[in-house]
């Protein structure tokens, strides 16, 4: 997708180009204070010492474009390192499996030996298995992985791994907690879990604000999340960084271990290869190994999307959705329920649409696995009314499902095309729970709230706030279905922050030029104007006098009126000719550019570090009412079951070792 213009200077040069952003507005010799689209400058000055550069092409840019690789090694060594995977503190269920790689960098993998010790504090633990996979993913790199590993019992374990070549020696010791989470307190069968995507603080209180209203300082009422019995908070950091993205933030929910930006289910290793990191047993893997429980996934994403897939899916890049749906196929980690957008992943390329480079065609694959099939709202209802299926898969889009205020409030033809019937997360976690209940060994279910997410990354807090109105809705359903139960377990939480804020309000019809003379902060603020006439919480019209101010903590240089977009337009966007943000020329035309604060590359607002609400009823809440890593919800879910995997595999230890020696000779190259 693109937006192109034709340029009104001929003068490219390099120090003309970006002059709205703050590169070009810094480098006049003086600062404008304004630049306003299609107004002129402010400064006249600054004006005639760098003429406005009009990129000939701008693009639409990926919010989650990025894909770092980093070949990361801790160790004692100098020229050489090694590392561990499971990194050092990992935490374990009893026979959760799991790979064990050591990776050892800058050696000569023609003389390197490894040697792997395993301990479990009173000695020699055996856990190893005699062969285990050697690869060389670079010229100055070696890799042992053993595959499947399970601890056996409950405990701390230390792995050390010593690494010698000719380039050098390197050593590392890491350290693994494993728990069991057999418990004699009241279990949980069922787990609904509810994710909000991006949902920070700012948008439950929009979304009580707009849904419940307020009066004299005092809601009216509160949200569905907001009465859960326990309420805590969440860290959010990866391994790699303290700024997280959608994939390795669920991947910890979804496994009880750490990950990196982009990756889930594994831990990064150093191979490009996105399949060839070393797994940890997903969610979706563990229950239906260990409990035969059936599992549900619905989101308002493509099903392929990060929080959907780190339910069941091991990969290094989340971009890699053929993959992902070849996962999703595997009867381990297959879904019973899938739900939400996503159809183009599914179709063979020779249809309109499809984003495959091959002729199969899942929608036929998962019938013939005994999936019920929609593809609309109305298709939905139909399935379900015909009598409940055992299992259901429902592609309503090609791509994501589109935000509730488009589909429900206002919506546009030329915004939906030809998806004008879609189900809302309401719908879709009814159908689902009809079908998960069937099983009588229970269910997890994971509903995702995508699009609060994805609307804050271009800057649109009435979209992100609708969204969290339909996600908590959906919260209000599994609650009614659970009420008169003993045995379900519900969790909403969020994976990462996001930059919005809610700072007082706007005003349209208040005086005042640029647009930001007309948000009101303190005393000015007042009370927002929004109408909920038919009672069904949402407002009926986003775009009200008095509407909610959004700020925003990071930004890219972007026009702001402040008001309600009547269509969701980008903040920014990408000069192909420079790779550089540009400010959307089309969006709030006339209106004053903010300068932002992010990288000069980057066209929306990024995820923030900062930590996000979880609230939990049902057994095993009240594990959820403190400060948790995000890698503890896993465990606390796990101990909510009661949960015992099996240890089956370890029933014969004798091929297993504590301590195995690696040689290059057994090293292959891997391209």
């Keep these: 997708m693109s937006d192109t213009q034709s340029s009104t200077n001929d003068d490219g040069s390099q120090d003309r180009r970006g002059f709205f952003t703050r590169r070009g507005l810094l480098g006049t010799g003086g600062l404008a204070t304004a630049v306003v689209f299609g107004k002129g400058l402010v400064d006249a000055s600054a004006a005639s010492a760098a003429p406005a550069y009009v990129p000939a092409q701008l693009n639409v840019k990926d919010a989650h474009y990025t894909t770092t690789f980093r070949r990361i090694a801790l160790s004692s060594g100098t020229g050489s390192a090694v590392k561990v995977l499971p990194i050092d503190r990992a935490k374990f269920q009893v026979g959760a499996k799991f790979d064990l790689r050591i990776e050892a960098t800058g050696v000569d993998p023609e003389t390197t030996k490894i040697v792997i010790k395993v301990s479990d504090g009173s000695g020699p633990a055996p856990l190893l298995a005699p062969a285990p996979l050697r690869t060389s993913s670079a010229p100055d790199s070696v890799e042992v992985t053993f595959k499947d590993l399970v601890y056996p019992a409950a405990g701390r374990y230390t792995i050390a791994a010593a690494v010698t070549s000719s380039a050098g020696s390197a050593s590392q010791e890491v350290k693994h907690e494993v728990v069991l989470s057999k418990t004699d307190a009241k279990t949980a069968k069922n787990v609904i879990f509810f994710l909000g995507d991006g949902m920070g603080q700012a948008a439950i209180t929009g979304a009580r604000i707009l849904s419940k209203g307020i009066t004299e300082g005092k809601y009216d009422s509160l949200l569905e999340m907001d009465t859960l019995d326990f309420r805590g908070n969440v860290t959010t950091s990866g391994c790699d960084s303290i700024a997280t993205d959608s994939a390795n933030s669920m991947s910890a929910y979804m496994t009880g271990h750490k990950s990196a930006v982009n990756a889930m289910g594994v831990y990064p290793g150093n191979s490009e290869d996105p399949t060839a990191s070393p797994h940890v047993e997903t969610m979706a893997e563990v229950l239906k190994r260990s409990r035969d429980m ?58 309109k649409g499809s984003k495959r480079t091959d002729e199969r065609n899942l929608v036929e694959e998962f019938k013939d696995k005994g999936f019920a099939y929609a593809a609309t709202r109305t298709e939905l209802s139909a399935v379900m009314a015909a009598g409940t299926p055992d299992k259901l898969l429902g592609s309503f889009h090609t791509g994501n499902l589109n935000v509730y205020i488009d589909r429900q409030v206002t919506p546009n033809p030329a915004v939906l095309g030809e998806f004008d019937d879609q189900p809302g997360l309401v719908e879709m976690t009814k ?75 706007h005003t349209l019809s208040k005086e005042g030029s640029p647009a930001r003379q007309q948000n009101g902060v303190y005393a000015d603020a007042g009370f927002p104007t929004y109408v909920d006439s038919n009672g069904d919480g949402f407002p009926d019209d986003p775009n009200p006098d008095v509407q909610l101010f959004f700020g925003w903590s990071n930004h890219p240089d972007h026009p702001d009126d402040f008001a309600h977009n009547a269509v969701l337009a980008q903040p920014a966007l990408e000069d192909a000719a420079t790779g550089l943000a540009f400010p959307n020329p089309t969006r709030d035309p006339g209106a004053v550019v903010q300068i932002g604060n992010l990288p000069m590359e980057d066209t929306n607002c990024v995820h923030t570090v900062e930590d996000v609400f979880i609230g939990a009823s049902g057994p095993g809440a009240q594990r959820f009412s403190k400060l948790l890593d995000n890698t503890e919800v896993f465990h606390n879910v796990c101990a909510a079951l009661g949960l015992e995997i099996p240890t089956y595999s370890l029933k014969s230890t004798s091929a297993k070792v504590a301590e195995t020696e690696v040689a290059a000779a057994e090293t292959a190259r891997v391209s």
Excluded at 471 to 489: H, N
Aim: proline share 5%; hydrophobic share 45%.
């Design 294 to 351: 059936s599992i549900g996934i619905v989101t308002t994403a493509e099903v392929q999307d990060a929080t959907p897939a780190a339910v069941f899916a091991h990969t290094r890049r989340r971009s890699e959705y053929a993959s992902i749906m070849d996962q999703a196929l595997e009867p381990g980690q297959m879904p019973d329920v899938y739900m939400g957008g996503g159809r183009a992943t599914f179709l063979p390329m020779s249809v």
């Design 431 to 505: 159908a689902a729970l009809k079908v998960l209940e069937k099983n009588d060994k229970g269910f997890f279910l994971m509903v995702e709230g995508a699009s609060i997410d994805k609307s804050e990354h271009p800057l649109d807090g009435p979209r992100a706030v609708y969204d969290a109105i339909e996600l908590d809705q959906a919260v209000g359903i599994a609650k009614e279905w659970a009420k008169d139960r003993d045995d379900t377990l519900i969790v909403v939480t969020a994976d990462h922050n996001h930059a919005m804020s809610i700072a007082g309000t």
